[in-house]
Nanobody
Framework: QVQLQESGGGTVQTGGSLRLSCTPS?????????LGWFRQAPGKEREGVGQ???????TLADSVKGRFTISKDATNSILYLEMIDLKPEDTAMYYC??????????????????WGPGTQVTVSS
C-alpha cells in the first residue's frame, strides 16, 4: 500500500521561506514515475505547483517559477518543495502526489494515483 506523508507546512510572513517534505512508503525509490506538488486554496480548485520525473527533470507552474524549487534527496527517498519569497496568494493546503507512470508535458491534477493528506501553508501579509 502506497502512502505519502507531507511535512514542513506552517505560517510565515510575506517574503518568508518554507521547505516542504514528502516521505513515501510502499512506492519504492523516487527514481521512477512522476512526483508532484499540488495546492488548493479555500474556494478554489486544486492546481499543480510542480512535478519531477524519475530522471530528475522538473516542471513548475508559471505562478511559482523563480520562487519554488522541486527536488529529491540524493537517495531518491524524499521529495522536497523549497519555497522562497512567499506571497499571501500562496496560502493553501499543499499536497504531495505520485504516479508510477511518466510525467506528462503539463502538470495534470487528474494524473497522480497516490496522494498525501496535505500540509497547510499560510502566508500572512
Amino acid at each position: 500500500q502506497v502512502q505519502l506523508q507531507e511535512s514542513g507546512g506552517g505560517t510565515v510572513q510575506t517574503g518568508g521561506s518554507l521547505r516542504l517534505s514528502c516521505t513515501p512508503s510502499g512506492y519504492g525509490r523516487l527514481n521512477r514515475g512522476c512526483l508532484g506538488w499540488f495546492r488548493q486554496a479555500p474556494g478554489k480548485e486544486r492546481e499543480g505547483v510542480g512535478q519531477i520525473s524519475g530522471d530528475g527533470h522538473s516542471t513548475l507552474a508559471d505562478s511559482v517559477k523563480g520562487r519554488f524549487t522541486i527536488s529529491k534527496d540524493a537517495t531518491n527517498s524524499i521529495l522536497y518543495l523549497e519555497m522562497i519569497d512567499l506571497k499571501p496568494e500562496d496560502t493553501a493546503m499543499y499536497y504531495c502526489a505520485a504516479d508510477w507512470r511518466n510525467c506528462l508535458a503539463e502538470i495534470e491534477v487528474s494524473r497522480p494515483i497516490f496522494w498525501g493528506p496535505g500540509t497547510q501553508v499560510t502566508v500572512s501579509s
